[in-house]
Structure formats: C-alpha cells, structure tokens
Nanobody, 122 residues
C-alpha cells in the first residue's frame, strides 16, 4: 500500500525550530507535489504549505508564511518542512501529503503520512 512516513516532530520552546521530513513508501516522489497539513486540538485541519514538482511553485498559509519553508530533495526522495520561530499556536499534529496534481490543491490528496506531533511550549 502506498503511503508516506512523516517524522521529526517533538517538543520545542517558543522561538525554536524543527524540521519535519516526509518519505514515501512504495513509490517515488518524482513528479508529485508535496504538502503539509496540521490539526490542532479542537480545530479543523489546516493546509499550511504545498510545493509543486516541475516549476517548484509554492504555497503558504498566512499563519506560517515567513516562518516555515517547504522543500524537497528528489535525489533522496524526501520532502521537508523547516519550521522556525515556532509559536505555541503552532502546536498540532502535522501530516505530509502527496498528489500528482500540482499546487494549490482543491481536493484531498491521495497519499498521507501518519502524522507527527509538534508541541511548542515553555
């Protein structure tokens, strides 16, 4: 079964940084757009970033723009989300996703990671 494995979450103090990773299982990320979503306790899922293959166009939600950076390393078949200047409101479970459709996505992508917890607290 094709899916993604996301990792890199943890506990960090406000102002700190984390880098999340997203690796496919059973397929290559070549030609796939990759994206990141998050779900905070008691809130709806939020799409926060997306990176297309090919032209490399990116999308960031206003809540993370300027602090988070999405990237990909096709040679290592891995996607990343660099999160800097983290705030307590960034606390959530983060999910990576992939779709053959380029960004922006208007429907749920077919491939998802299992989620990784990010907690920002002093």
């Amino acid at each position: 079964q094709l899916h993604l494995v996301d990792s890199g979450g943890g506990l960090v103090q406000p102002g700190g940084s984390l880098r999340l990773s997203c690796a496919p299982s059973g397929f290559s990320l070549d030609y796939y757009a990759i994206g990141w979503f998050r779900r905070a306790p008691g809130k709806e899922r939020e799409g926060i970033s997306c990176l297309s293959s090919g032209d490399g166009s990116t999308y960031y939600a206003a809540s993370v723009k300027g602090r988070f950076t999405i990237s990909r390393d096709d040679a290592n078949n891995t996607g990343y989300l660099q999160m800097d200047n983290l705030k307590p409101e960034d606390t959530a479970v983060y999910y990576c996703a992939a779709d053959y459709v380029p960004c922006p996505w208007f429907n749920d992508p077919p491939y998802w990671g299992q989620g990784t917890q990010v907690t920002v607290s002093s």
